[in-house]
């Protein structure tokens, strides 16, 4: 593993194979409000404050091993299903071996980007993520990139679980999840 490498004067940097860091996030924020933790395989939280949670909240201890992330799914026609944030199973069973899907982060103030490239799907995913000043949201914009030499079938599926409450409701949320 690489280390950081700082890119410009203005705080920009990059890690490569950023998932093989443990408790590893950023946050990014707006004026109107919004606060996010991101880690590099989209997970963390999303919130307006501790009664207001988009996602279930999460701290530094459970960000790596909550299921509950951001995901961009690609299934692609003939190989399977592909995690364009490397939160597959199959993804995580093939850290740290030679199968591990590329992976490049650069971040930046409030501001990440995790490019990930796969052999086997034979694709690359390029994940913009940021809070536009002027707005209440977090925007993750994906751009994904054929890297075969054959035209392939994609269905694309945005997955962002939504918790929609209080930080103080965390434990009825995890009883009734688990009936």
């Known amino acids: 593993m690489d280390t950081i490498r700082f890119l410009d004067e203005d705080g920009m940097f990059s890690i490569e194979q950023p998932e093989n860091y443990s408790a590893l996030y950023f946050p990014i924020a707006g004026e109107k409000g919004i606060k996010s933790s991101l880690s590099p395989n989209l997970g963390g939280d999303i919130k307006l404050s501790q009664n207001a949670f988009l996602m279930e909240p999460v701290s530094v201890e459970n960000l790596h091993n909550n299921r509950s992330g951001r995901n961009f799914w690609c299934y692609v026609e003939g ?6 944030v490397g939160a597959s199973a ?5 850290k740290f071996t030679e199968s591990q899907d590329k992976s490049f982060l650069e971040a930046g103030f409030m501001k990440q980007v995790v490019t990930r490239q ?6 690359t995913a390029k994940v913009t993520s940021f809070v536009p000043l002027e707005h209440n949201v977090e925007i993750m914009h994906v751009t ?3 890297t075969g030499r054959i035209a392939q079938r994609i269905t694309p599926v945005a997955a962002i679980p939504v918790f929609g409450r209080s930080a103080d409701n965390i434990r009825d949320h995890r009883h009734v999840t688990s009936l």
């Open 90 to 94: 199959e993804q995580e069973n093939e």
């Open 118 to 123: 796969s052999r086997k799907y034979q694709m």
């Open 79 to 84: 190989f399977g299903a592909w995690s364009a």
């Open 144 to 146: 994904l990139t054929n």
